[in-house]
Each structure stands twice: as structure tokens, then as C-alpha cells.
């Protein structure tokens, strides 16, 4: 079980409010991620729920009692840090068992806990080495193994795969994320990448100086941006702003369209441009426009056999039911 | 080409450093050696020629030798475990956040800036006299009889006043350990539902291992040697004469070169006794 409501939560450093009031649920079984630039206030928050921090106003409830005066070690909630905060001065299998012997589980049932976790995590070969002698992805899988032996009723996630390399960072949010099947337990992740965001929650938290722009499903996010903000944020590559005439004709502030949305051909489109940078993925290929009297640079994603050079004029077709409308506000209108 | 040229350039540039402090060490060990194996008294005859072993025979079997090295060892393990203690405490209460912490900082590094002989005389003149001190003041204010702290409590003295000049020593190493330690190791220990004593006992202490060690190695080579605090305040008496002191007193106050050079010889051995031991017992805190 592992429902957490906050509610009016704010959080002051000196005369700084990092975040005002703010309320969010987090329902039992749910991946939610904490998504925001650097800065945004979505450590903290995570800090907050795992007791870390001390609330300035408001409180917290998991599983519907009061947990705001709750010392974190009493909350039932497991951390993972982003430094892996493991103790280097103990074998994997002692740090594995910190928890349960700081909860002072007999022997029998701590080995049996140890053993199991291991397992799952692939650790059982090295459970008598240090984490110096590990690397990043085996200490990454010793963090988490140290988080699920004391069966928690929710997970915590600060950032933890943006201490390994990108090919281990796909690994690793695959394992997480199934992880998450099998336990099928709360989990809550920060990150500042939209992309590991999209890929494992249930329900996107979308923070901007520590307000919620959006809370939301991922293809919710994607589908229906409440605000610029969101739409800039979530997607890769980012979505396209264009201001002017062209988003007048529509009524609107500023039109948006994202760069899969959009159709390039050799002669004939609704905008044209010159071709400034082209990125050749294999699978797609990125064009970056100049030149098309829009926005300064318009991207575009096209079919990766689609190949125009440094300088070509090519034209745009925008598809009309996927462009987006934001009034004056930045907000989306339909 | 040019490495080995520069190589051999290197070398011939740092010769005149290595052999001025071969040379610097190298003379008195062979002159302590030398004058170990004479009969040697300055002012009673001079050098009355060699003796063998018998100066190391007579330091060894004089009544005053065990005593000189209990005394010795109880002022090291006395000091050591006093400013280990300390000064972790110490180092803790310094690495919280406070009002006015760098002035606090450096008037807790304050006391390893006096010279030992002043430091000693202030303790010994102002707070330990049984007439005048502070203390004697103190105990007189809750109606104690004041302690004739140099006479009656000799050892316990001598140990104060050196922890006194060492806990800065031991409190500024620790002190730099502890502010290394990464703190999300100290919140997750506190998420692993460890309660504040434990998180010291399993995250601090080992996290400051290390530099316990260089602690305990450093202090243990200048603490072998102490010998102005004992000289301007006890003089040797009451049972604080250590072994470097008695070397002193063989050598000057009986005029025994001799005899003394062997205490020296006997002083060297038991530091590289003790040095290895503690290497045995902390030194592989250092590989780790």
C-alpha cells in the first residue's frame, strides 16, 4: 500500500519559497515521475515526501495518516540517491542488510531477504565485494537492492541513472521499470530528462519553479499540452513555436507543431526553408530550417532514407490536426 | 633523448638535497652509535675507551628503566586516546553550522601555535599551582582542598597539558574527514531507519578511519619524544621521567655520553616497535 497525498505543501529556504502551495495525490501502484528543468524544486519535493526536509506549511498523508511530523525512518518509504549513497566501507551483502538490521530482523530472515533481492537484481556473485569494486550499474543495482529488502510501501527515485552512460541508462530504465511490474509498488522519480519520463510513468508531474504545470499520463502530455511550457518540455525533439501572421491566421498567440507532424517535400508545402543541419539517425532524419519567414529554426522529422543537404530549399506541410494553439498566456486552446 | 637527459639533469639537481639530509641524519645515528659502545664522561677523565656492550647492559638493568618506559607509554596512550576522543567530538560540534564559525575554527587551532615550554609554564603557573592556579581557586570556590595538581597528580598532569597541545592537531584532520563524508550517505543511513548514534557508530566512525590513523601515527612519532613539558614542570620527578628524559638526565646531569647514546640506541628500537605495530593494527585502514 502506498497512497501519498500532499496537501498545500510550501517550502521555504530562509525568504526563498522554492515551492508555494501545492497539492498533488499519488495513487498506490502508480510510476510517477517528478519531470523539470534543473532548479525546478523536484528534488526538494521528493525530499519532502521522504521526510528529508521539513514541510514550512501543509501536510503529507500516506495511506490516508498523517505523516508530516513522521521521522523519515518511520515513513515506510525507501530512497534511492543519485550518488547511490552506498557505504563503502561494507560488502554488498552489509549494505544490502543495513535495513534490516537497523530494524533488527533475526539472522535467518535477513539472509533470506539478502539472498532474494540478489537475485532478482542479478547481485549474487557479488555480494562479498565493496561497492569500489563494482560499477556504475551494479552499484545502481545494489542502491535499489538496499531500497526493496525492506518491502517499502513506496519508492523513491532521485535521479538515479544520471550518474551512468547512455547505453547503461537504457539498460537500466528498462529494469526499473519492469522492477516496477513485479512489485507493482509506489514509485516516485525525479528526473530532469523528459525522455526517461516519458518512457516509464504511469503519471507525469510536469514542475516549473516548483508549481505543477501539468500532471498527466504521458501521451496525455503529449497529446494535449496544457501550456507552452509543457509543450516545449515534453517531446523530443522540441516542439516548434511559431509566432506572427501565420499564427493569427489561426487566432492564436503562438501556434506550435511538432517536428513529426510535419511533411517535407522537394517542391510543393504550405512554408518553405533552407536546409541548415540534417541528422542522420538511420531510423529518422532531423532537419534543422532556416530561412522559412516562421520562427528562426524550424525542426523537422522525416523517414531516414529522406536525404536533402546543407542549403537545400525544401518545402513544409504542417499536418493542421496537430498544431496547437496557445493564447496570449502561453495557454492551449482548442 | 631528451627524458634521459632531463632524467639525469633531475638527479644531479636534487643531490645536494638528498645527501644534506642523508648526511643529517646519518651523523648523529653513527655518533649516537659510536659513543654507545665508549666509556665516554666529559668531565671525568673523557673518553676512557670501549666498552662493549656494557653501557647497553647498565641502561637496560638501572631501577629507573621499566618505570621510563611505563611512563613513557601511559603519556602516548594517555594523550592519544584523550585527543582521538576529543577531538572527534570536537570535529562534529565544528562541522555544524554556527554563528561565527571560521573565528571559532581558528581559536580551536589556537593552542598547537604555542611553543610546549610556554604552554607548559602557563598551565603549570596559572592554572595548576595549589596557591594561585585557577584550578586551586576552583576547588577552593566549592570548597575542595586545592590539588598540588605537578606533585600529587603528576601524570595525570603532564598527560592534560600535552592532549591540550595535540586535540588541535587531531580536531583539524578529523575535522576535514568529517566534511568530507557525502551526506546523502548520512540521510540514506537515515532512511535505513538508523537512529543517531548508530549512524556514527556505522557511518561516521569508519568514514574517519583513516584519518584516526594518521592521527594516532603522527601523534605516537612527536609524543615519543616529549620533553619540554616535563622539563620546565615536573623535571622528571614523581614518576614522570620518560625515556627521553632519561637520556637527558644520563647524558647531562651525569655527565655519561656513553651511557646515554645507549638509551638512544634503546629509544629508536622501541619507536620502531611501536611504529610497526600500529601499522599492523590501523595501517591497513590506509589501503582501503
Known sequence: MGRIQLKSVTKSFGDVEVIPPLDLTIEDGEFTVFVGPSGCGKSTLLRLIAGLEDMTSGSIDIDGADATDVPPAKRGLAMVFQSYALYPHMTVRKNIAFPLRMAKLDQAEIDKRVEGAASVLNLTDYLDRRPGQLSGGQRQRVAIGRAIVREPAAFLFDEPLSNLDAALRVGMRLEISELHERLATTMIYVTHDQVEAMTMADKIVVLQAGVIEQVGSPLELYRTPRNLFVAGFIGSPKMNFIEGPEAEKLGAQTIGIRPEHIAVSESEGDWSGVVSVSEHLGSDTFFHVHETGLAETITVRADGEVSFRHGDRIHLTPRSDAIHRFDAKGLRFE | ?288
Open chain 2, 1 to 288: 633523448m631528451a627524458t634521459q637527459h632531463s632524467r639525469s639533469v633531475a638527479r644531479l639537481m636534487m643531490a645536494p638535497a638528498v645527501v644534506l639530509l642523508l648526511g643529517w641524519m646519518l651523523v648523529p645515528l653513527t655518533m649516537t652509535l659510536y659513543f654507545s659502545f665508549k666509556k665516554y664522561l666529559p668531565l671525568r677523565g673523557g673518553d676512557l675507551g670501549w666498552v662493549g656492550f656494557d653501557n647497553y647492559v647498565r641502561f637496560v638493568s638501572s631501577s629507573s628503566f621499566w618505570p621510563a618506559v611505563q611512563a613513557t607509554l601511559v603519556i602516548v596512550g594517555g594523550v592519544l586516546v584523550i585527543t582521538v576522543i576529543l577531538g572527534i567530538l570536537l570535529a562534529m560540534l565544528l562541522d555544524q553550522p554556527m554563528w561565527g564559525q571560521g573565528v571559532v575554527r581558528i581559536l580551536v587551532i589556537a593552542p598547537f601555535f604555542v611553543m610546549p615550554t610556554v604552554s607548559a609554564l602557563v598551565w603549570k603557573n596559572m592554572f595548576m599551582d595549589p596557591v594561585n592556579g585557577l584550578l586551586a581557586h576552583l576547588w577552593r570556590f566549592f570548597g575542595a582542598e586545592p590539588i598540588s595538581w605537578l606533585s600529587e597528580a603528576s601524570m595525570t598532569s603532564i598527560v592534560m597539558i600535552v592532549s591540550w597541545q595535540w586535540l588541535p592537531f587531531a580536531t583539524l584532520i578529523l575535522l576535514t574527514a568529517i566534511q568530507s563524508l557525502d551526506s546523502e550517505q548520512l540521510e540514506a543511513a537515515e532512511m535505513d531507519g538508523a537512529p543517531v548514534l548508530k549512524r556514527f557508530y556505522h557511518i561516521i566512525l569508519p568514514h574517519l578511519g583513516r584519518a584516526i590513523t594518521i592521527v594516532i601515527l603522527i601523534q605516537t612519532i612527536f609524543l615519543l619524544s616529549i620533553f619540554a613539558e616535563i622539563f620546565v614542570t615536573t623535571g622528571g620527578a614523581f614518576g614522570t621521567r620518560t625515556l627521553t628524559y632519561m637520556i637527558f638526565q644520563r647524558v647531562l646531569e651525569s655527565q655519561n655520553v656513553g651511557l646515554g647514546s645507549a638509551g638512544g640506541v634503546y629509544a629508536i628500537i622501541l619507536a620502531n616497535i611501536v611504529a610497526i605495530f600500529l601499522m599492523r593494527i590501523v595501517g591497513k585502514n590506509l589501503d582501503a
